[in-house]
């Protein structure tokens, strides 16, 4: 297995966990509010400056990055096969986890996002600054 963590060097380490070893270390960024996840054998690292970098996992070596205006402090979730992102704008991001490129679908709630949203399998749970939202079928 293998063990993803922030180092207080700012950098994320990966770890072989039956060896108890250091695989690689990416010191491009590390998440300093919303926490990196890992989903296709790839790890997506959210900065709130407004870079999400898309790291090989095996390697370390970056895939590709994506840049916006607005950061991150939500952190990000993995539904489906995809990756799903709301920016400090109140813009969602929804990323394909095994994509080549970014290349997100955005839509806007139209007030800040700042709490990492929850996912119940059916309806998706939204915190802006004044208002839950579920998104979700009726």
Same mark, same amino acid.
């Given at each position: ?18 060896? &108890?070893?250091? %695989? @690689? /270390? $990416? ?6 509010? !919303? =926490? #990196? ?5 790839? +790890? ?5 400056y407004g ?5 090989d996992?095996?390697? &370390?070596?970056? %895939? @590709? /990055? $994506? ?6 402090? !939500? =952190? #990000? ?5 995809? +990756? ?14 095994g ?13 800040a ?5 929850a996912?119940?399998?059916t ?13 979700g079928?009726?």
């Open positions: 297995g293998r063990l993803y963590a922030v180092s207080p060097a700012d950098a994320v380490i990966a770890i072989n966990l039956n060896k &108890g070893e250091k %695989l @690689w /270390e $990416y010191v491009n960024v590390a998440p300093d509010v !919303a =926490s #990196p996840i890992a989903a296709n054998g790839r +790890l997506f690292i959210p900065s709130s870079i999400l970098h898309c790291v996992g095996e390697t &370390g070596n970056t %895939l @590709w /990055e $994506y840049d916006q205006p607005e950061g991150w402090y !939500a =952190s #990000p979730l993995l539904i489906g096969d995809y +990756l799903v992102l709301f920016d400090r704008s109140g813009a969602s991001q929804i990323i394909a986890a994509a080549d490129s970014a290349q997100p679908i955005i839509n806007q709630i139209g007030e996002v700042e709490a990492t949203p996912w119940n399998g309806t998706l749970f939204v915190r802006t600054a004044t208002r839950l939202i579920a998104l079928e009726k």
